[in-house]
């Protein structure tokens, strides 16, 4: 599913109107028919009793919209309740007034906002108002909020309603989820054509709760394509072919992982096994001569292990042997200084293959010291920072990447030739090909040390199955096909994180439980053959 911001929304809307002779009235209607059987066929039908809907009408087409819908509603025999919030302001849109006319012929019940209390009062008062839809502000929102609706919006949050935001939670910012005060927490979002990027990124994702796309008629020619999707199981799909049963080890390849300072050698360990899991041929697990002993102590007997050198100049150890390997995941654990900084460029410079680089790897490189050796490196790099670490990779502040976070991840994948996988509750996968895709499955059962080693284990591991063939040069050939390897990574790793949660419940599952749940995961991709 594409994802839009407001300008690629705006284009699509008037190229509908201005080449297909679409209209914003019929764009209305298909909104309010499709929305009103959303809400009837999921949300009213699971409630035992349904009250007085509640509608909130500002003085935009959000506001059209939701009128339209609660037309429908009242059509097919529901009450609705209108508050117009804004009744003698001369600027409301056309397509509202429409609306309001309309919707009060069809017998909504309309009452006009004189003072913010007759709102708190009816919520206060009226025990049997269980939905709540959300029609005040949508993509026309401009920061900074009114203490009007400002006090409208707690009161509304302060209700036990199930709430549902037509278009975008009000008091949040269409391109990047922004809020000022507070905004309107929805239960249900109910996306016009296409999400907006801003029900994914920050307090946008925090406000949406589940979001839900109504198609309202857009010519699919108009909708399809884009640079921004979500990462949904049509896009990971069949990714890869049906392993061959007669291969042996070496057909499913050998990751290295590289990482593990005393202290930090679980982070090596669980990259290891997160890679171990997800079919690669062989894993060799390399550490420092330090934590070496509690390395092999504590891994899986199926990994190997070696020796990171002391010093990138001594060749005696992994950096002699790299052509062993056919991926390599350095960082977890690594440790941060500038032995760890040499190696991590030395394996850059001299390994032939993809590497993933994360967590410590990734502090102690520099986006504009280390630019060019990523540029001009001539196989695939894959960078998987959460925030803290993009930000300080890139030398902006978090805020100032929470401001324009798809910007941001599309510059630097640019400027390094990588892929970049920025990491959250929701992450945004960048690639070379200016494609980004949003792979949005809040878990906080994910939030638990080690997670994130176990994603980079996974994508060395996917990695290492050579899902490219290498060209006599050694350049890769089908950099989609790597492209898929990693949504097929980012994907497994959620679906093992939802699948864990549901055993153990978010508080007691860990980093360990995601990749015990591999196995489901790939069934539940499709990925594994029955017999
Ligand atoms: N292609 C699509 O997706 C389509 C989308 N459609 C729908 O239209 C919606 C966009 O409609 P829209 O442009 O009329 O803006 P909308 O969000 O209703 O609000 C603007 C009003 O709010 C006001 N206002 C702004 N900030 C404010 C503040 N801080 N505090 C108070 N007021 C504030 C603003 O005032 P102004 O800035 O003009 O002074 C103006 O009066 C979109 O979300 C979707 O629902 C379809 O109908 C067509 C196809
Ligand atoms: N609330 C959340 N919902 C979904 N996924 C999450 C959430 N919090 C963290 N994650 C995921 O868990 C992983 C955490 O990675 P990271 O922050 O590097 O952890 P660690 O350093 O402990 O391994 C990432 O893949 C991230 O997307
Ligand atoms: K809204």
Not at 347 to 358: I, N
Not at 434 to 456: E, H, K, Q, R
Request: hydrophobic share 40%.
């Amino acid at each position: 599913m594409r994802v839009v911001d407001i300008n690629e929304m705006k284009e699509i809307e008037k190229v509908a109107i201005e080449e297909y002779g679409f209209t914003e009235s019929l764009i209305i209607e298909n909104v309010g028919t499709r929305g009103a059987d959303f809400i009837e066929d999921s949300i009213l039908e699971e409630l035992d009793y349904v009250g007085e809907i509640v509608l909130l009408v500002g003085r935009g087409n959000n506001a059209a919209d939701g009128l339209a819908i609660s037309r429908n509603l009242v059509n097919r025999g529901h009450r609705v309740r209108a508050f117009i919030l804004f009744p003698d302001d001369d600027q409301s849109s056309e397509e509202q007034q429409k609306q309001v006319h309309l919707a009060k012929s069809y017998g909504v019940r309309i009452n006009e906002v004189k003072n913010i209390n007759q709102v708190q009062s009816y919520f206060e008062e009226t025990q049997d108002s269980y939905v709540v839809i959300d029609a005040v502000l949508g993509t026309g929102f401009k920061l900074p909020l009114s203490q009007y609706l400002f006090e409208l919006f707690n009161c509304v949050n302060n209700s036990k309603s199930i709430t549902i935001a037509v278009d975008i939670p009000s008091g949040i910012t269409a391109n990047i989820g922004a809020k000022s005060s507070v905004a309107i927490s929805a239960d249900f979002t109910l996306a016009i054509g296409l999400p907006k990027t801003g029900h994914y990124i920050d307090e946008g994702a925090r406000h949406s709760g589940q979001v839900l796309t109504l198609d309202v008629g857009f010519p699919k020619a108009l909708i399809s394509g884009g640079d921004k999707a979500l990462l949904t199981s049509d896009v990971i799909g069949h990714t890869f072919g049906a392993r061959n049963k007669f291969a042996h080890k070496n057909t499913f390849g050998h990751t290295l992982v590289v990482g593990g300072s005393p202290g930090l050698t679980g982070a090596c360990i669980m990259a290891s096994n997160g890679a171990l899991k997800v079919g690669t041929g062989l894993v060799t697990a390399a550490t420092w001569k330090e934590s070496y002993y509690e390395l092999t102590g504590r891994s899986l007997p199926e990994v190997m292990t070696g020796l990171i050198p002391s010093s990138a100049k001594d060749k005696e150890s992994i950096i002699n042997e790299l052509d062993r390997y056919d991926a390599v995941v350095i960082g977890p654990g690594l440790g941060v200084n500038e032995t760890s900084r040499d190696i991590v460029i030395e394996l850059l410079s001299q390994f032939a293959g993809p590497v993933v680089v994360d967590a410590d790897a990734i502090k102690v490189l520099d986006l504009s010291k280390d630019s060019e050796l990523l540029h001009t490196r001539k196989y695939p790099t894959i960078f998987t920072p959460h925030m803290g670490e993009f930000a300080k990779f890139t030398g902006a502040s978090v805020d100032e990447v929470l401001q324009r976070p798809i910007d941001y991840l599309k510059e630097v994948v640019d400027r390094t030739n990588s892929c970049f996988i920025m990491k959250g509750p929701c992450s945004f996968l960048g690639f070379p090909n200016g494609n980004v895709f949003i792979n949005y499955y809040p878990n906080d059962g994910m939030a638990t040390g080690g997670s994130g080693d176990v994603l980079a284990g996974i994508l060395g591991g996917l990695l290492a199955q050579n899902p490219l063939d290498r060209n006599q040069s050694g350049i890769f050939m089908d950099k989609t096909m790597l492209y898929q390897a990693i949504c097929l990574g980012v994907g497994a790793h959620t679906v093992a994180g939802k699948i864990a949660a549901k055993k153990y419940g978010v508080r007691a599952m860990t980093a360990t439980s995601i990749i015990e749940h591999l196995s489901d995961a790939f069934q539940e991709l499709n990925e594994d053959d029955i017999y």
